[in-house]
């Protein structure tokens, strides 16, 4: 830990601290303070001393000497006092992620190890359960679980919160320090009790760690002409991946594709510039985000470049409660250039841009410097991105026997023949491909978004001008 800039300060206020230039108190400053830089004093009378001090080369602002004073007073007394000898790089080192992890929740203090294993996550591979993680009073709550992983097969859900790891309370822990507990050797077990909305007890589940590779992009037809993609992370190549994915469902669709189905559930977002290249691959032309900061590196604007990869053709963007930061972003910049339509449930709301800065020691901190903002000015954070239309979390079942009680015209006796042609009897058979009802019972939101899709195909079809 490179602990230069901070010692002089220490050493100067402890120094005052003993030769009495202060009173001594057990109060802790309300608010976490950075590092400090050289600073100085002039001591006045007991009853008010005079103080100056020395502006800091990095903000220039003045040092806060008296709540310096505190900390080194506090540091003194651990020093002295805690039950167990402890050293000053390991107090230093509490400090500065109580400090970051006082800030909001997604700002930290990164050692070699944590920082190694972000580095991981976002090249795609990884060992651990599959989840992201956030807090919540003091508690770990659940921000989403990703594709394919121990935590999407043992069936944890966005918003569940985790109260216990292997029986002990997680309350007031870190999520640095919790991903650590979660991640392990592959083929561990860990046992989560989680807390979920609508059930009475906690659920207790035993999971076994695996080697989390994420395949941030997954594509399908979900019929003739209609194109499924699934984002469930933004990592660094997700852009790219994209692109190929999109040009083989294109090649599938020998047609063309008449709309696509853009599903962003549980996607606990990644890197920015892989959200933008989503949003470019729709967009001809505008803006897409924005961020504002008070450093000038923080304040960025992205605008979309031609062409829309499927030229026009309808969209459907699915969210919900575990779409959070990239991809938000991405819905919406697509629902506030009127590209897309959003279905689902109302986003998780984070709505600012972290940084990581290495450090030194082979640490990292990674710091919120940065809120971004839609097209049209719209911040998402703590508020998320409301859908176009909401669609509850349901169960449906297929119906097991059809009515037999209800007729049609084809099957009256004496009825007349169809003037068509069609053969007696067979008019009043379905066509319904059994298909769309297995669809309906086993992800019931994206039924309802390739309804609407095959909707808006029809719609853009008929008002088309047809060719003489």
């Known amino acids: 830990m490179n602990l230069r800039g901070i010692l002089p300060s220490l050493l100067i206020a402890a120094t005052l601290l003993h030769a009495g230039a202060a009173t001594a108190t057990d109060a802790s400053p309300d608010e976490p303070h950075g590092p400090a830089t050289p600073s100085a004093e002039t001591a006045g009378s007991s009853a008010s001393p005079a103080t100056s001090a020395v502006s800091s080369p990095a903000t220039g602002e003045a040092l806060p000497l008296d709540d310096l004073r505190v900390f080194v007073e506090v540091f003194h007394k651990i020093k002295r006092d805690y039950v167990e000898d402890v050293s000053d790089q390991q107090l ?17 203090y990164l050692d070699g190890e944590a920082y190694t294993e972000l580095q991981e996550g976002t090249s795609g591979e990884f060992g651990g359960l599959g989840i992201e993680i956030g807090t919540e009073d003091g508690l770990i709550k659940i921000i ?18 985790i109260i216990r790891l292997d029986g002990a309370p997680v309350r007031g ?26 059930e009475a007890k906690p ?9 989390i590779k994420i395949r941030s992009v997954r594509s399908r037809e979900l019929a003739p002409g209609f194109g499924y993609l699934r984002i469930s992370a933004f990592q660094a190549n997700t852009g790219e991946d994209f692109v190929k994915e999109l040009e083989k469902l294109k090649q599938e669709a020998k047609g063309g594709l008449k709309g696509l189905v853009l599903d962003l559930r549980n996607n606990p977002g990644g890197v920015l510039g892989a959200a933008v290249a989503i949003s470019d691959a729709f967009l001809d032309a505008g803006k897409i985000v924005y961020t504002e900061g008070r450093v000038a590196d923080a304040k960025m604007s992205f605008e979309a470049k031609p062409p829309d990869l499927i030229d026009g053709a309808p969209l459907v963007v699915l969210i919900n409660e575990g779409s959070a930061s ?9 629902q506030d250039r009127q590209r897309a339509v959003l279905m689902g449930r109302r986003t998780f709301g984070k709505g600012s841009v972290q940084t990581i800065l290495p450090m030194n020691n082979k640490a990292a901190i990674k710091i919120t410097t940065a809120r971004y903002f839609t097209p049209n000015g719209r911040s998402i954070q703590a508020e998320g991105v409301e859908p176009d ?15 037999k009680s209800l007729v049609s ?28 009802g297995s669809l309906a019972a086993s992800d019931y939101e994206l039924h309802e978004a390739l ?9 853009r079809t008929r008002q088309t001008p047809a060719t003489p």
């Open 203 to 211: 659920l207790e589940l035993t999971l076994v760690r695996d080697l």
């Open 409 to 436: 015209e084809a099957q009256l006796e004496g009825h007349l023949d169809n003037p068509n042609g069609k053969a007696k009897g067979k008019a009043g058979k379905s066509s319904t491909k059994t298909e769309s």
């Open 326 to 334: 990239a991809s938000e972003i991405v819905a919406g910049a697509l």
């Open 92 to 108: 230093l080192e509490s400090a500065i992620k109580g400090m970051l992890e006082g800030l909001d929740p997604h700002s930290a």
């Open 173 to 198: 822990m870190s999520v640095n320090a919790a991903v650590k507990k979660m991640r392990g050797e592959v083929g561990s077990a860990i046992e989560l009790t989680i807390m979920r909305e609508g």
């Open 389 to 403: 239309i909401m669609i509850d979390r349901v169960e449906v079942q297929a119906q097991k026997a059809v009515d």
């Open 144 to 161: 989403s679980p990703i594709d394919d992983t121990p935590a999407s097969r043992a069936g944890i859900q966005a918003g569940d919160t």
């Open 451 to 459: 309804n609407l899709l095959k909707g808006m195909s029809l719609l």
